[in-house]
């Protein structure tokens, strides 16, 4: 009975599975009565109720009080169950041959249920309705139960199909971040250029040049030569990374080009495009102090553009001053009037009649563009090929064209004489038509046939 019972305990679990059980009842050889189920298929679908299967709860009933006696009488007889002998430390023999069949049918009964539930809970018939038993991978190990009975030895089950089971994954976001540090800062940051560093803290003599690093490039005819400048002291909404650039090449020059970092300026595409009221010449012009500065084409004129107005604020004539190709540097390009900017303020540099084309420097208020006062140096100007200032000292560059060029003559304004050097200064592409000095940033900018490069120097100590 205890065999009918367990087959007819698997027999409901795969008959709940399918769509349609059918219930078959029959004597076995050795005369036990035996239920057995047919499945119509392996669907799985939810089992709700037993009651689907005719006579199922009158039979369930019936074999459970049937059962209940049994037990009663093994209890009786001292066993707890299949292996209750054990426990008391000896085992009944007559009891051994119900307890073998007892585990194999339930071995049976595992086997069958794994194949139609491998990975379910399997429905069982419970005092208040269907219940629910653990599914095969969570009654691995789990110890043999008769029905009512005490916990008995394990019996393992069937070896489960590998099958993959999805964990939740975690996952690390890696990220990677860059900053974009402005070229002009780096230079700063290095041992020769750095402002702040004993070479160039204060003011002193230029004693060394570096080798160019070009900045951008351009491309078509009309920047072959032309100026490119940062303000060293600019007005907002302006920076000191606000980069602007003049093509110099034509008749009428107008267009002013705003970007707002020397990376925009080397990738070619400007924030803005001013367009001047009247036409500039030569490459002579620099922003200070938030105005373009620059001579007007075919004049001996100083203007200042000023930038956020977007208007000429100030024009101011340099008396005497040669224009339009009367005093230019070696390298022509009408340069005869040059503006500069250093730590002491704004200077423009020019030839006359009456200095016989040796260089005139003067020193010009930023806003009203008045001369507040005048050098005339011994330097000639058509033998130089640009200068600059720094520190109030006016600094030549001996040749536009010569790969090894020098810086070869200082005047200073301080002491009112002049001096010749041989500082090495490269031009590495052959014509050279602006240098300016930037006094914030402690270098020079160029434009070098085509290429805007700025060079590293080095000042003594003061």
């Known amino acids: 009975m205890l065999g009918a019972w367990l087959l007819l305990w698997g027999g409901l679990a795969l008959g709940c599975r399918g769509e ?13 009565c035996t239920y057995s189920f047919t499945v119509a298929s392996p669907a799985e679908v939810t089992c709700s109720d037993a009651g689907g299967v ?17 037990e009663s009488r093994e209890r009786g007889a001292g066993g707890s169950g299949p292996r209750g002998g054990e426990a008391g430390g000896t085992r009944d023999p007559q009891q051994a041959a119900p307890a073998a069949r007892l585990e194999a049918a339930y071995s049976e009964l595992l086997r069958a249920k794994g194949h139609w539930a491998p990975d379910q809970g399997v429905g069982i018939p419970g005092s208040n309705g269907l219940a ?42 890696l990220q990677s971040e860059r900053t974009e540090v402005p070229a002009s800062r780096l230079l700063e940051e290095t041992m020769l250029g750095r402002p702040g560093s004993e070479d160039s803290a204060g003011c002193g003599e230029l004693v060394w040049v570096g080798e160019p690093l070009v900045f951008g490039r351009a491309e078509s005819i009309t920047g072959k030569y032309g100026v490119w400048m940062k303000d060293p002291e600019p007005v907002p909404p302006f920076t000191r990374e606000t980069t602007w650039r003049v093509d110099a090449v034509g008749t009428e020059v107008r267009q002013l080009f705003q970007y707002e970092a020397a990376e925009q300026l080397a990738q070619g595409y400007p924030a803005k495009v001013h367009i001047l009221p009247r036409p500039l010449e030569s490459t002579g012009a620099v922003v200070y102090r938030g105005g373009l500065f620059f001579q007007p084409r075919r004049s001996r004129a100083v203007a200042r553009y000023d930038l956020r107005g977007e208007a000429v604020t100030a024009e101011r004539e340099i008396p ?118 930037n006094p914030a940033e402690r270098q020079l900018f160029a434009w070098d046939s085509f290429n805007m490069v700025t060079y590293p120097i080095r000042l003594s100590r003061p």
């Open 132 to 173: 629910w038993s653990p599914p095969r991978a969570a009654r691995a190990g789990m110890a043999v139960r008769g029905a009512g009975s005490a916990l008995a030895h394990p019996v393992p089950g069937p070896a489960a199909a590998p099958r993959w089971d999805p964990q939740p994954l975690a996952y690390q976001e």
């Open 320 to 437: 005497g001053a040669g224009y339009h190709g009367q005093y230019p540097y070696s390298w022509g390009g009408y340069t005869d009037i040059d503006l500069a900017v250093d730590e002491t303020g704004l200077w423009v540099i020019y030839s006359t009649e009456k200095a016989r084309g040796a260089i005139v420097l003067s020193k010009l208020d930023p806003e009203t563009l008045e001369i507040r006062r005048t050098w005339e140096t011994n330097i000639r100007k058509r033998g130089v090929a640009n200068s600059f200032v720094i520190c109030g000292t006016l600094y030549t560059v001996s040749s536009y064209s010569a790969p090894n060029a020098t810086i070869n003559f200082a005047y200073d304004t301080a002491t009112g004489t002049s001096r010749a050097l041989s500082i090495p200064f490269e031009n590495r592409f052959r014509y050279l038509s602006m240098v300016d000095y």
């Open 20 to 32: 349609t059980a059918f219930l078959r009842r029959a004597h076995d050889s050795t005369g036990h």
């Open 54 to 70: 005719p006579e199922m709860r009158a039979e369930l009933a019936a074999l459970a009080a049937r059962l209940s006696r049994l």
